[in-house]
């Protein structure tokens, strides 16, 4: 497993940070040409893994984690030193990593690594489940992993929900956990994941977890109601699991044969992009564009994600 | 009027005992939680192993009993070497009622009169040839007045609850109005002691029960009841103690050693025993009744009594236990008058089966269960979901405070089989995980009055993406329909699939609907009833029926099995 040195870090954020101070400057183009994408997509292109084989699984998501945040200028770039970090991954069913139902461990186990190197406080990992928090945050396997990786894990306590003005177009408050929208960043980390209504579940679905109340209800118009919680929740980074994803019977099955490798993990500093990018990978239903463009439409991002030139690493 | 200072350390020993099993007793409540990766093991179930009256009954009702239980022939035996030492010394809910009882002569004043032996003390004995009468005929009503599993249940249902309600919800008001002055918040007190109670006393989210407010009632009355009288429950009521009194006659080594030329007759002895067991002067000693606190030993200024270990040759003079004939055999009329009472309804019967009683996950056919289920409320205790809650009359007046699962509440999570591993007398069977999994336990029934797609005209499937079951139970269709000005939109309205749905009940509580669920599930084709199984699940395509006969091959694709539920019990 490689880690991504302290002297990796500095390195980089000096570069990144000099190229922008520069860029800034004004007038000195071919620097500023050195800004990193928006959004990376790294794909495995080592030789195949077997699903069995997790020590090389989980190796190969390290990798894939720490390459396409590399990728778009390191996690530096979004965590300033002293910063508290909420890393809000997909932890919300009773599901080994193998069926895809949670995002996978070693991918946050990564991103809280590279959290802590790039100065960060505390990360904190945490979820509001489906199902009761002991089996899932258990079951999933995330909690050892990111707990190994020295996150603090969060079980969210149903008391201590708040109302908070969304001042949404559709819902204009809800009950938001406080602790997580009081942190610095929050690192929005879904698995993409088929969906019955939408389709797709990825990082707009995601935010369903730092909400309480009766979000259910929010399936009655998912569009607007994700929309408004997104621009509440400001996106700043998302990292899409596409390890494994759950090609039917979502967003949570019990069947193996639901489940698909595709060696990917992205990230972008886009929601849009990367949701439209996952909603490709699982198969580009109409269902799932309509959230996209009811979010595009309220100026979310950039759906188009091809034109933010997305650098695409084949890592082996 | 004081005691004095005591001549003896006996109930000082007694005090050190007592609360260390109370504590433990507690320990073992918080500790019995759903924890996952720990499995739950044996120490849960001590003092409802030690407890002779949870085997009697269990064993004369089922005819079968955990090896564990036999623990409480260890009870018994100490019994007869030293009479009811568990009472006096051991149960936690003898300790409560001492306590209390203590307390109130603290405040009151200690009598001045000494209580004298009432008649009405045999009226536990009575009620303990009522239960054991039912028990012999296959009705296990011990649970309700055993004082391990009454203390268990109550402290499940209602007390810890209540605690939890008070600590969480008092300092979740605050947290929610935020008084301050300045930058000076309430919530800098109230959150840490929130948060100290929630992370080291708690643990767990809080569970809420229905009817949990009359089980509290009960216990409450039975902790009040100290004030007319101390231990009053243990004196007047408690069953197990009647049994352990039986056994205690005439105890082979203990003696209450009495010298008559010592005492004056003050009666100070008699004013402090707990069990109103004659320890003075003028009557024999009643054995049967004493819970050998030694508080006659320490009070007796003369030190005219002693407790002294003879062997079983050396008799002194103790009291017979006369129950009286007559009463005896009414009392035995009385159980079989409660059978019958209870053996009445139709639902006892097996001529109807309640939609709401479902049963957790292993649990044995409906008569099975109820001979083994002491009503103790372990299995809720540990329920994750909160889903498993107290019958009141689902399951008559027999299965009062029996377990079922409320699925508007909780759910039976798919990956837990926590009830069955925790029950003490195996009522709810330890299934392996996967073999629970296959367990009908109800099924889902969707109701297109209220159901959002079907009624509303706007897609909901909030069921469908909860839903557990290998390949989902609860599955969407496309379906046409024309809204209100006359617009034809497609809508997905989900169907339960009987052949997969094991009845677990998660789309019912995540239903948006919080008031009635737009989709229910009853106790229909639960694995353990033949009877209530209107849907013949595992025929797959009606079509193929011919070919396949009954739990043909798609039974083998479900691997749920028809008729027969998979451990061999009907």
């Known amino acids: 497993m490689s880690h991504h040195s302290r002297r990796d870090f500095l390195t980089h954020s000096a570069r990144i940070g000099g190229a922008l101070a520069l860029a800034q400057m004004g007038g000195l183009a071919p620097f500023a040409a050195e800004t990193p994408p928006a959004m990376a997509i790294a794909k495995w292109a080592g030789d195949p893994i077997a699903d069995a084989d997790s020590t090389a699984l989980a190796s190969m998501a390290v990798k894939l984690t720490e390459q396409a945040l590399e990728a778009v200028g390191g996690m530096g770039r979004f965590v300033k030193k002293g910063d508290v970090v909420w890393i809000k991954p997909n932890m919300a069913w009773d599901r ?102 939408t389709q797709a579940t990825l990082c707009m679905k995601n935010y369903m977890g730092v909400v309480g109340g009766r979000r259910n209800a929010w399936h009655q118009a998912l569009p607007a109601c994700l929309t408004d919680i997104t621009r509440f929740m400001k996106p700043q980074l998302c990292v899409l699991d596409a390890v494994r994803i759950l090609t039917g019977n979502g967003p949570q099955s019990s069947q193996l044969e639901d489940v698909a490798r595709k060696d990917t993990v992205a990230v972008s500093a886009d929601i849009l992009a990367l949701e439209s990018f996952g909603v490709e990978l699982l198969g580009d239903r109409p269902e799932a564009r309509d959230i996209v463009a009811k979010a595009a439409a309220a100026g979310l991002g950039n759906p188009d994600y091809k034109a933010l030139n997305p650098r695409e690493l084949a890592v082996t | 009027m004081s005691l004095g200072r005591p001549r003896s350390w006996g109930p000082w020993i007694r005090r050190c005992v007592q609360i260390a099993c109370l504590a433990l007793f507690i320990l073992l409540f918080v500790n019995t939680r759903f924890r996952e990766h720990v499995e739950p093991d044996a120490s849960s179930h001590i003092f409802f192993h030690l407890d002779p009256l949870i085997l009697a009954g269990t064993f004369l009702a089922s005819y079968a009993v955990p090896v564990a239980a036999l623990l409480a022939l260890v009870t018994l035996a100490a019994t007869l070497l030293f009479g009811r030492i568990f009472c006096g010394w051991i149960c936690p809910l003898g300790t409560i009622n001492h306590f209390v009882g203590w307390l109130r002569n603290r405040v009151r004043g200690i009598p001045d009169a000494p209580a004298r032996w009432s008649p009405w003390q045999r009226t536990k004995y009575y009620l303990l040839i009522v239960l054991l009468v039912m028990a012999a005929f296959g009705i296990n009503w011990i649970g309700v007045f055993d004082p391990i599993a009454l203390l268990y249940r109550s402290m499940t249902t209602a007390v810890w609850p209540a605690l939890q309600y008070a600590v969480e919800d008092g300092s979740t008001y605050v947290y929610q109005a935020d008084p301050h002055i300045g930058p000076v918040h309430a919530t800098r007190v109230t959150e840490p002691v929130y948060r100290f109670f929630r992370d080291h006393i708690f643990l767990a989210p809080r569970q809420a029960f229905l009817g949990g407010g009359l089980i509290l009632a009960l216990f409450a009355g039975i902790v009040l009841l100290n004030l007319v009288q101390p231990r009053f429950w243990c004196r007047y009521l408690c069953p197990a103690g009647a049994l352990l009194g039986l056994f205690a006659r005439r105890p082979l080594l203990l003696r209450l050693a009495r010298r008559d030329e010592d005492c004056n007759q003050c009666g100070r002895c008699t004013i402090g025993c707990q069990g109103l067991a004659a320890p003075g002067h003028g009557n024999p000693w009643m054995a049967a009744e004493c819970f050998a606190c030694w508080n006659c030993v320490s009070t007796c200024n003369f030190q005219a009594l002693r407790f002294t ?154 069921c469908e993406e909860h839903c557990p079951a290998p390949g989902k139970a609860i599955y969407a269709v496309d379906t046409e329909i024309t809204t209100r000005d006359g617009r034809k939109i497609i809508v997905k309205q989900p169907h339960v699939d009987p052949n997969k749905c094991i009845g677990c009940g998660i789309c019912e509580t995540k239903c948006p609907f919080a008031d009635r669920a737009a989709i229910r599930v009853t106790s229909a084709n639960e694995t353990r009833h033949p009877g209530n199984q209107p849907i013949l699940v595992g025929i797959g395509d009606l079509e193929g029926t011919a070919q396949q006969g009954y739990g043909g091959a798609a039974a083998e694709q479900t691997g749920v099995s028809p008729y027969v539920n998979p451990y061999g019990q009907q």
């Not at chain 1, 959290?115 to 509001?128: E, H, I, P, W």
């Not at chain 1, 489906?130 to 707990?147: D, H, M, R």
Request: glycine share 8%; charged share 20%; hydrophobic share 40%.
């Open chain 2, 309 to 462: 270990i003879e062997p079983p040759f050396r008799k002194r003079p103790v009291a017979g236990l006369d129950l009286g004939r007559r009463a005896t055999l009414g009392a035995a009329v009385g159980g079989l008058a409660g059978l019958f009472a209870f053996r009445l309804s139709p639902q006892a019967q097996a001529r109807a089966y309640h939609p709401g009683l479902i049963r957790p996950p292993g649990a044995r056919e409906e008569h099975e269960f109820l001979q083994r289920c002491i009503h103790c409320g372990l299995c809720m205790k540990v329920c994750p979901t909160n889903g498993l809650q107290p019958t009141t009359f689902e399951a008559g007046l027999e299965g009062v405070w029996t377990p079922r699962l409320v699925p508007k509440i909780g759910y039976c999570q798919y990956e837990c089989n926590l009830c069955g591993l925790t029950c003490p007398t195996e009522a709810i069977q330890p299934l392996p995980i996967e073999e629970k999994k296959r367990v009908r336990i109800g099924l889902a029934t969707i109701d297109t009055t209220r159901c959002i797609p079907y009624a509303y005209e706007r897609n909901c499937i909030v």
């Open chain 1, 96 to 197: 080994p990593p193998e069926l895809a139902g949670n995002t996978n461990p070693d991918v946050v186990a990564t991103l809280v690594k590279l959290c802590l190197n790039a100065g960060a406080k505390t990360v904190k990992v945490g979820d509001n489940p489906c199902v009761a928090a002991q089996k899932a945050y258990a079951t999933s396997g995330i909690e050892a992993a990111a707990k190994n990786a020295g996150a603090e894990i969060i079980y969210l306590d149903e008391n201590r929900f708040r109302k908070m003005a969304l001042n949404g177009e559709y819902l204009s408050e809800w009950e938001v956990y406080p602790e997580i929208v009081e942190t610095d960043l929050v690192i929005n980390c879904p698995i993409a994941k088929h969906h019955g209504i």
